[in-house]
């Protein structure tokens, strides 16, 4: 599919930045936090795809990320 569309390419992008950096972690502790607090984005992001949107490749793709 040539075409993407703005929504895709937004829903993309916040699954993007909700991605937890490995490199980043100083302490085992605050990996644990800030990846659980990223988990927790990345699902209820994918909630708010399932609900808002019209596409069908967003709702597959969001129902792919909650897994």
Known sequence: ???ISA???IFCLIV???VTT???AE???SFVSS???KGIAEI???KLALEKSNSSDIKLFARLRMV
């Open 27 to 29: 302490h085992p502790a």
């Open 35 to 37: 990846a659980t607090t």
């Open 44 to 46: 209820e992001n994918s």
């Open 7 to 9: 929504t895709w390419r």
């Open 16 to 18: 993007l930045l909700s």
């Open 1 to 3: 599919m040539a075409f």
């Open 22 to 24: 490995f490199a980043l």
